[in-house]
């Protein structure tokens, strides 16, 4: 092994198969017929996804051509127009589905909300034309700083009728994140309320766009929801009241059609370094994509009741609460607050109240639960549900295994599915009832996607060995470039090997072909030479069971070039002591090898996380270097945290 390579040394070996009963129902139950269809859309992507846009999605006018791809810019059904949010809701109407549940809403102090599909509409034609009224339409940019709620899916729903492009800044974002995302998207109108609900405390979503507003001259308008009845400063004429401007909307609304190719949002994502990138998504392709993971991934049916736990300020909220589940018709659970509030049973208590059915959320999650103990699982039924999704980090096999066994009771089929917000939809994941499963791996390619692993001079690795992802053929959900700044998207994404997406994470593909993202490259060390994720000693670590959560990341090493610094959190009845330091850098090696037994484990309160639940590595570096921290800390749920581990040090 070269230090090209990175050092892959999961030792995870389970493999579950689907159940027989699981695979008669599915909406794609057959390996032969996976078979045929990667390999048409592989072969012939204009053929199978000139299908597949026809059948899944309603166009106004008929697309005259597939793709065109001049590299590294693809457009997708030239030719053709559509309205996303007709897609999403005017389809439904006059059908089965019209006064079936689009949205269930539980807000954090437990009211409950239900929107039929024929209500939804109504909504979003009605802020539609509130849209109108306010001059905003094609093009213009609309900021949605919302808590989780129906409004914030009817907001981008009427940015998408009128054809305006909506950016959507997560709830918990600090104002000079507002303000640097409105500023570089020049936002036209800002949609928030006067606050959230959060752990039982009022999260003032107002108060913070009122401080990004003294630096945002593009802002002509506020839009502010009612939710928690705080007090708020209203600044005439720019701000009113949701309630206000809804009041007397008319209830028809009719949509233009726009073309395949026209933008229908921008998300910020954070590079580990930097200011934010403005990811653009376009609207056929886009919803294409969504719209068919959807159906075959999560296997959705007319009845299910689906919650993907992510908050709309994320992609998985764009794609996986808002766009794929409602062009698919499906009814949707919504839920605004803390998992662990009043009590750390509120999803489990949730899932059965509501009988859901599909549930997709985040290894981060997934690990919180298993270390808030098992009891609070154990007084629900769960029976309801019958398929688990994880996403947005590698999932350790422990917290599979949990996943698996407490929530799923061995019978539901659990979709890891690797993607990014650039990628638009679910990239690789395995296909329920047909993709026998190994817990850690994301298997297999989804239809038309070819990744590969490519070593530092562009030539592929042996299976086992470790390097660096990539996606060899253009995608229709694929980001179309990066808001104002080409020439980053260019060289961002595709300067690495010409022509060909890198997706940043390093990965490998086993014996089976199937793929283990290990995780960002910028996280994954070189040891002695050898590279090693980050993840998979942290994986390590968790399994230990003394060990609720841990982070891992490099520090400078004379001899070794990096060493291993371990931030690891305790379950509640353990003690820290410099015994269990030993034996977790034992366990480290006995679990993975000599080459990785950390150089250092510091046990810690809690670690520095971004509001959507990533490490943020970048701080604990700084801190395992002994340096003061530098850059950007806009994006860290509890900077207390941070302040503890330097006092700790
Ligand atoms: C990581 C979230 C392993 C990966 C949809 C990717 C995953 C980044 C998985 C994108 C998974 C996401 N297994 N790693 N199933 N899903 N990732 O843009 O490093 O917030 O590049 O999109 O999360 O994060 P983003």
Same mark, same amino acid.
């Given at each position: 092994?070269?230090?090209?390579?990175?050092?892959?040394?999961?030792?995870?070996?389970?493999?579950?198969?689907?159940?027989?009963?699981?695979?008669?129902?599915?909406?794609?139950?057959?390996?032969?017929?996976?078979?045929?269809?990667?390999?048409?859309?592989?072969?012939?992507?204009?053929?199978?996804?000139?299908?597949?846009?026809?059948?899944?999605?309603?166009? &106004?006018?008929?697309?005259?051509?597939?793709?065109?791809?001049?590299?590294?810019?693809?457009?997708?059904?030239?030719?053709?127009?559509?309205?996303?949010?007709?897609?999403?809701?005017?389809?439904?109407?006059?059908?089965?589905?019209?006064?079936?549940?689009?949205?269930?809403?539980?807000?954090?102090?437990?009211?409950?909300?239900?929107?039929?599909?024929?209500?939804?509409?109504?909504?979003?034609?009605?802020?539609?034309?509130?849209?109108?009224?306010? %001059?905003?339409?094609?093009?213009?940019?609309?900021a949605?700083y919302?808590?989780?709620?129906?409004?914030?899916?009817?907001?981008?729903?009427?940015?998408?009728?009128?054809?305006?492009?909506?950016t959507?800044i997560f709830g918990g974002f600090s104002s000079e994140a507002i303000k640097d995302r409105v500023n570089d998207c020049?936002a036209?109108?800002v949609?928030?309320?006067?606050?959230?609900?959060?752990?039982?405390?009022?999260v003032e979503l107002?108060a913070s766009v009122d401080r990004a507003l003294e630096g945002t001259?593009?802002v002509?308008?506020?839009?502010?929801?009612?939710?928690?009845?705080?007090?708020?400063?209203?600044?005439? $004429?720019?701000?009113?009241?949701?309630?206000?401007?809804?009041?007397?909307?008319?209830?028809?609304?009719?949509?233009?059609?726009?073309?395949?190719?026209?933008?229908?949002?921008? =998300?910020y994502?954070s590079?580990?370094?930097g200011k934010p990138?403005?990811?653009?998504?376009?609207?056929?392709?886009?919803?294409?994509?969504?719209?068919?993971?959807?159906?075959?991934?999560?296997? =959705?049916?007319?009845?299910?009741?689906?919650?993907?736990?992510?908050?709309?300020g994320?992609?998985?909220?764009?794609?996986?609460?808002?766009?794929?589940?409602?062009?698919?018709?499906?009814?949707?659970?919504?839920?605004?607050?803390?998992?662990?509030?009043?009590?750390?049973?509120?999803?489990?208590?949730?899932?059965?109240?509501?009988?859901?059915?599909?549930?997709?959320?985040?290894?981060?999650?997934?690990?919180?639960?298993?270390?808030?103990?098992?009891?609070?699982?154990?007084?629900?039924?769960?029976?309801?549900?019958?398929?688990?999704?994880?996403?947005?980090?590698?999932?350790?096999?422990?917290?599979?295994?949990?996943?698996?066994?407490?929530?799923?009771?061995? &019978?539901?089929?659990?979709?890891?599915?690797?993607?990014?917000?650039?990628?638009?939809?679910?990239?690789?994941?395995?296909?329920?009832?047909?993709? $026998?499963?190994?817990?850690?791996?994301?298997?297999?390619?989804?239809?038309?996607?070819?990744?590969?692993?490519? +070593?530092?001079?562009?030539?592929?690795?042996?299976?086992?060995?470790?390097?660096?992802?990539?996606?060899?053929?253009?995608?229709?959900?694929?980001?179309?470039? =990066?808001?104002?700044?080409?020439?980053?998207?260019?060289?961002?994404?595709?300067?690495?090997?010409?022509?060909?997406?890198?997706?940043?994470?390093?990965?490998?593909?086993?014996?089976?072909?199937?793929?283990?993202?290990?995780?960002?490259? +910028?996280?994954?060390?070189?040891?002695?030479?050898?590279?090693?994720?980050?993840?998979?000693?942290?994986?390590?670590?968790?399994?230990?069971?003394?060990?609720?959560?841990?982070?891992?990341?490099?520090?400078?090493?004379?001899?070794?070039?990096?060493?291993?610094?371990?931030?690891?959190?305790?379950?509640?009845?353990?003690?820290?002591?410099?015994?269990?330091?030993?034996?977790?850098?034992?366990?480290?090696?006995?679990?993975?090898?000599?080459?990785?037994?950390?150089?250092?484990?510091?046990?810690?309160?809690?670690?520095?996380?971004t509001r959507?639940?990533?490490?943020?590595?970048?701080?604990?570096?700084?801190?395992?270097?002994?340096?003061?921290?530098?850059g950007d800390t806009t994006t860290l749920e %509890?900077f207390?945290?941070?302040?503890?581990?330097?006092?700790?040090?």
């Amino acid at each position: 092994m070269t230090d090209q390579t990175i050092t892959s040394v999961s030792r995870e070996s389970r493999v579950f198969k689907p159940s027989a009963e699981f695979k008669a129902q599915a909406n794609l139950g057959s390996e032969a017929t996976y078979k045929r269809l990667y390999a048409e859309s592989v072969n012939s992507p204009a053929k199978f996804w000139g299908r597949q846009a026809t059948e899944l999605l309603t166009w &106004r006018k008929p697309f005259s051509k597939v793709l065109d791809w001049k590299a590294p810019h693809a457009k997708w059904f030239t030719g053709g127009t559509l309205n996303v949010a007709e897609n999403c809701l005017d389809r439904h109407l006059g059908t089965a589905r019209e006064n079936k549940a689009a949205i269930i809403f539980e807000g954090e102090p437990g009211d409950i909300t239900t929107l039929t599909y024929k209500q939804l509409h109504r909504e979003v034609c009605k802020f539609a034309n509130v849209l109108d009224s306010l %001059d905003v339409g094609k093009g213009d940019r609309v900021a949605i700083y919302m808590p989780m709620v129906p409004e914030a899916a009817i907001a981008m729903l009427a940015c998408a009728r009128v054809g305006a492009i909506h950016t959507v800044i997560f709830g918990g974002f600090s104002s000079e994140a507002i303000k640097d995302r409105v500023n570089d998207c020049q936002a036209k109108l800002v949609i928030t309320a006067d606050g959230s609900w959060r752990r039982g405390k009022v999260v003032e979503l107002k108060a913070s766009v009122d401080r990004a507003l003294e630096g945002t001259p593009s802002v002509q308008h506020v839009i502010v929801l009612k939710r928690t009845a705080t007090e708020v400063s209203m600044t005439a $004429p720019r701000d009113r009241w949701w309630h206000d401007v809804m009041t007397g909307a008319k209830a028809e609304h009719k949509a233009k059609a726009f073309g395949s190719e026209h933008p229908l949002f921008i =998300l910020y994502t954070s590079g580990s370094t930097g200011k934010p990138k403005g990811v653009l998504h376009t609207s056929g392709g886009y919803l294409l994509g969504t719209t068919i993971t959807t159906k075959y991934i999560f296997d =959705l049916k007319e009845n299910d009741i689906y919650w993907c736990t992510a908050d709309v300020g994320w992609i998985t909220g764009h794609s996986y609460v808002v766009y794929g589940p409602l062009s698919c018709g499906a009814t949707v659970m919504m839920y605004e607050g803390a998992p662990n509030h009043p009590a750390p049973d509120r999803f489990w208590d949730i899932i059965d109240r509501h009988g859901v059915t599909i549930f997709y959320t985040a290894p981060t999650a997934i690990r919180a639960f298993m270390r808030w103990g098992d009891d609070y699982v154990k007084k629900y039924s769960l029976k309801s549900l019958r398929l688990l999704g994880s996403v947005g980090e590698p999932i350790n096999p422990e917290a599979w295994m949990w996943y698996h066994t407490l929530i799923g009771k061995k &019978r539901c089929p659990i979709v890891d599915t690797w993607w990014q917000t650039e990628t638009g939809a679910i990239m690789v994941s395995p296909l329920p009832g047909v993709t $026998p499963t190994k817990p850690g791996s994301c298997t297999r390619p989804f239809f038309g996607v070819v990744p590969k692993i490519l +070593d530092d001079n562009g030539k592929e690795v042996p299976k086992g060995s470790g390097g660096r992802l990539f996606l060899m053929q253009p995608w229709p959900s694929m980001l179309r470039t =990066l808001w104002g700044d080409d020439s980053r998207y260019k060289k961002q994404y595709w300067s690495e090997i010409k022509g060909v997406y890198f997706a940043g994470d390093g990965a490998r593909f086993d014996k089976d072909g199937y793929l283990w993202v290990v995780g960002r490259i +910028d996280d994954v060390l070189n040891v002695s030479g050898h590279r090693i994720g980050t993840a998979e000693v942290e994986s390590a670590l968790v399994s230990h069971p003394a060990v609720a959560e841990a982070a891992v990341v490099g520090r400078p090493d004379e001899i070794k070039g990096q060493g291993l610094v371990c931030f690891v959190t305790l379950k509640s009845d353990q003690k820290p002591t410099e015994e269990l330091k030993q034996a977790l850098r034992g366990h480290v090696a006995k679990e993975i090898g000599a080459i990785a037994r950390p150089d250092e484990v510091r046990f810690a309160a809690g670690l520095p996380k971004t509001r959507s639940g990533k490490i943020m590595r970048r701080i604990l570096k700084e801190i395992a270097a002994g340096g003061a921290i530098k850059g950007d800390t806009t994006t860290l749920e %509890d900077f207390n945290v941070v302040a503890s581990l330097q006092s700790e040090g």
